[in-house]
């Protein structure tokens, strides 16, 4: 079996163009490009994602498919009508402009739409009056977010802060991710990459040496449960957590605490235990389950899959006990 033969379907490169499922055609300068890549949010002022005042890039594209996901318009590596409902008021400015007829009013004045067959042209969005239609993803240069992100330059200042791109997988698009981590730098701010690692080496190996702060995922360490919930094994994960770690590289390991899924003491106590194996872990921090999100996956034309409890405050803790002393948690 070829390596990256265990990366899902949908990886560029992989097995299969778009096997996310998706309806569009070809957008074949997502994550094959060096200089432009699919960005589907700029977020300033983020405190969450790395050290300090952040703007987090994110990148579209996903190889995982995890259980509780609540970023399904991530998932494609180009980018998608997202449809609220809800937001529609039947004006039908969408009908005329649809090249595919792909819109119409039916009875009682209700907007219709079929999603097969969309060519993600994005003319009824452009046209849409109320947001109901949204085109979600757009291609960006290099040169446009290193615009964007410098805006707030005096605030990394103060704050030991920067840029961190993320997902997705930004690993989908390395290349570029590459490239844009390298003119960060270049420009003076400090870089994060948030990452899944469910990637071949190679790929971890372009953004290395642009890359100040990595946080990522370990979301299960057993390899059937993760791939039972997440559609992909943990191989190539664990490998490329001790290839950054060999490599003496900045790190924190993220944790998404899912009921039902790893909140349990099993489950953390092979987290742990893998964790106690790395010499460069900086820390290991708590991502507790939220269930919002509903409204994206219908958004999509898609099943929303969960509706969990958020873990407490109390299992987090008893969680976190779990790990040796030597390794902090953070929650
Ligand atoms: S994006 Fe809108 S206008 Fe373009 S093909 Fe799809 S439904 Fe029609
Ligand atoms: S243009 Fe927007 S608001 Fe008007 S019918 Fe189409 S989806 Fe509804």
Redesign the pocket.
């Known amino acids: 079996m070829r390596e990256d033969s265990e990366t899902p379907a949908g990886f560029p490169g992989g097995p299969g163009p778009h096997a996310c499922g998706c309806r569009a055609p070809e957008f074949p300068s997502a994550g094959t490009e060096p200089d432009r890549m699919c960005v589907f949010d700029i977020q300033r002022m983020s405190l969450h994602d790395g050290p300090g005042i952040r703007t987090n890039v994110f990148l579209k594209g996903c190889n995982l498919r995890c259980f509780w996901c609540h970023n399904p318009e991530s998932w494609n590596v180009h980018p998608d009508i997202q449809y609220f409902e809800a937001k529609?008021?039947?004006?039908?400015?969408?009908v005329s402009v649809c090249p595919l007829a792909l819109?119409g009013i039916g009875e009682g004045g209700v907007?219709v739409y079929k999603r097969d067959g969309c060519t993600v042209c994005g003319k009824?969005a452009e046209?849409?009056?109320?947001e109901?239609?949204v085109l979600t993803g757009r291609m960006m240069t290099i040169d446009e977010i290193v615009k964007a992100a410098k805006r707030d330059m005096p605030f990394y200042e103060k704050s030991d802060g920067g840029v961190t791109v993320s997902g997705g997988e930004p690993l989908l698009q390395y290349a570029a991710a590459a490239k844009l981590l390298e003119r960060l730098k270049d420009n003076g701010v400090r870089t994060a990459l948030e990452s899944a690692l469910c990637v071949p080496e190679d790929h971890l190996d372009a953004v290395i040496p642009y890359t100040d702060f990595f946080l990522v995922d370990m979301k299960i360490a057993d390899a059937e449960q993760h791939k039972k919930f997440t559609g992909a094994s943990n191989r190539l994960i664990k490998k490329n957590f001790h290839h950054l770690d060999d490599l003496r590289c900045d790190y924190c390991m993220r944790v998404p605490l899912v009921p039902g899924v790893n909140d349990n003491k099993e489950a953390m106590f092979q987290i742990a235990e893998f964790a106690s194996g790395l010499s460069c872990l900086s820390y290991v921090e708590f991502l507790p389950y939220h269930s919002l999100g509903e409204g994206k996956f219908k958004s999509l034309g898609l099943e929303f899959r969960t509706g969990l409890e958020p873990p407490s405050k109390e299992t987090m803790a008893v969680l976190a006990g779990i790990f040796p002393e030597t390794v902090e948690v953070r929650y």
């Open positions: 529609c008021i039947g004006c039908g400015s969408c819109h907007h009824c046209r849409c009056p109320s109901s239609l």
